[in-house]
């Protein structure tokens, strides 16, 4: 089957510069995980967990442990997360809640890795969880979709302590989901569910907020946001940027994953465009090029053919 996962290398002396993004070998399921916080044995045993998280945008160790793990079969695709914390709290119960405002774990799924039409769903420690359909990234003007819904999106969380109390402590929470393949069907862009050896764009975020023993947020401390793989800038709506999960076969590098986070950086910079990226303007569009790669004026990216 290969490694499970590839942490990228640097490539030094030319323009691919930026770290490649992690990638994950996600084993076909033999059974559906039955999504009960077991995530050792049955069915997500024959899972790996991803690296660690790390931080989003520097080199400073996350305070607390987290990782993940994928499976998926003919009817969906299944995410679990493990996270340390001493003491687990969350106050939102209302779905579609903007959930980030609580400690919470996030899934951000671009099925054609074109950073359009991408799919956001964010969990709390209650089982509380906000599903978003993003149209483009929100510097390319959004809009955010929220009245998109996951359809048949099963989700469980296990405490592993005792939720918002101050006065123990606590192991942390785990996260499972189980997003069905026909609630994508519309926005993926391609085959869904998955061929054997296909590749999808997905990242993990965890917001984590330090509070107090009444259970209020620290006034002016920000939150700290741990990924699994890096954004450089605290911003998850920079989809170039994301991993890659692979569905079965032998793990193989994404094509253009490197490219597209040059032709990124050149959008961001126009004035100063790296050697080799080329841009054309007709009227107020545009597009760059690096090679086949190519990024337009509204963040979509694309791979020439021909």
């Known amino acids: 089957m290969g490694r499970a996962e590839c942490l990228g290398t640097v490539a030094d002396g030319n323009l691919v510069s930026a770290l490649t993004p992690r990638s994950y070998l996600s084993p076909r399921a033999d059974t559906p995980p039955p999504l009960d916080g077991n995530l050792e044995s049955g069915a997500w045993a024959k899972a790996p967990w991803t690296s660690d998280f790390v931080d989003i945008s520097t080199t400073v160790?996350?305070?607390?442990?987290?990782?993940?793990?994928?499976?998926?079969?003919?009817?969906?695709?299944?995410?679990?997360?493990?996270?340390?914390?001493?003491?687990?709290?969350?106050?939102?119960?209302?779905?579609?809640?903007?959930i980030f405002h609580d400690n919470d774990f996030e899934v951000f799924l671009d099925p054609d890795g074109d950073g359009h039409r991408y799919v956001e769903l964010e969990m709390n420690a209650l089982n509380t969880v906000w599903d978003l359909l993003l149209v483009r990234p929100y510097r390319a003007g959004g809009p955010p979709v929220d009245g998109f819904d996951l359809k048949g999106l099963r989700t469980h969380v296990t405490v592993r302590g005792t939720l918002n109390d101050f006065k123990d402590k606590d192991q942390g929470w785990t996260a499972e989901i189980m997003i069905p393949w026909a609630a994508l069907q519309q926005v993926a862009g391609v085959a869904c569910p998955p061929k054997e050896g296909d590749q999808w764009r997905i990242n993990f975020s965890r917001v984590q907020w330090q509070v107090d023993e009444a259970g209020k947020k620290r006034p002016n401390v920000p939150e700290d946001n741990w990924?699994?793989?890096?954004?450089?800038?605290?911003?998850?709506?920079?989809?170039?940027?994301?991993?890659v999960v692979q569905f079965g076969g032998e793990l193989r590098p994404y094509p253009g994953a490197e490219e597209y986070q040059v032709l990124a950086k050149a959008w961001e910079t126009p004035?100063?465009?790296?050697?080799?990226?080329?841009?054309?303007?007709?009227?107020?569009?545009?597009?760059?090029?690096?090679?086949?790669?190519?990024?337009?004026?509204?963040?979509?990216?694309w791979r020439a053919k021909g």
């Open 227 to 243: 990924v699994w793989s890096p954004q450089e800038v605290i911003d998850m709506h920079r989809p170039e940027r994301w991993g």
């Open 61 to 98: 160790t996350p305070r607390f442990r987290t990782r993940a793990k994928m499976l998926w079969d003919d009817t969906g695709f299944y995410i679990a997360a493990e996270m340390e914390e001493p003491h687990v709290w969350a106050t939102l119960t209302e779905r579609d809640s903007v």
């Open 271 to 301: 004035e100063a465009l790296p050697p080799g990226v080329r841009r054309f303007t007709v009227n107020d569009y545009f597009e760059l090029h690096l090679g086949e790669f190519r990024i337009d004026r509204d963040l979509r990216t």
